[in-house]
């Protein structure tokens, strides 16, 4: 049995099953009536355009495989931002700054910065820009112990604002 068989088996309940991953990651939208979009949606205090759920098992499992290997079981989650351009390279990346290629990279001092709340980020940003049209927030789970690496935290939802 291959390991993406078992990390496949083993998904959070919310995941979809698609019928195939030929890429690393899905993203799936979260309908508005959904009692999955009001928990997320309860996190901000700005107009949403769309929640989306990210469906990547490599990362997923990574992550699972790296809470198994510390003993670390408990989770909490965290908003980090970048921008609308430079969405689609942290979530290919695993939030990797040095890829990232436009604004809200000073905001973090050239590294990723996870944020316990979603009032916390936005005075950051809102530092550093007039408004958060560009803005795309990733709730990640982590793991309560200090991240070390890419492996200590997976991607579960995108945020985008009107």
Same mark, same amino acid.
């Given at each position: ?20 991953? &030929? ?8 309908? &508005? ?52 351009? &430079? ?21 973090? &001092? ?53």
């Amino acid at each position: 049995m291959s390991l993406i068989s078992v990390v496949l088996k083993n998904t959070p309940d919310e995941w979809d099953n698609p019928p195939v991953y &030929d890429t690393s990651y899905i993203l799936v939208e979260v309908k &508005d009536y959904t009692n999955e979009y009001r928990n997320i949606s309860s996190n901000f205090n700005l107009r949403i355009r769309k929640i989306s759920r990210v469906q990547n098992p490599f990362q997923y499992g990574r992550f699972m495989l790296r809470k198994e290997m510390l003993g670390v079981y408990c989770e909490t989650i965290a908003f980090h931002g970048v921008h609308r351009n &430079d969405l689609q390279t942290a979530l290919k990346h695993t939030c990797d700054y040095r890829r990232y290629t436009l604004p809200f990279e000073d905001v973090y &001092d050239k590294h990723p910065v996870f944020h316990s709340t979603f009032s916390s980020l936005l005075e950051q940003v809102n530092r550093y820009q007039d408004n958060t049209h560009n803005l795309c927030v990733l709730i990640i789970s982590r793991i309560t112990s200090p991240i070390k690496t890419q492996c200590d935290y997976y991607i579960k939802y995108v945020v985008e604002f009107a």
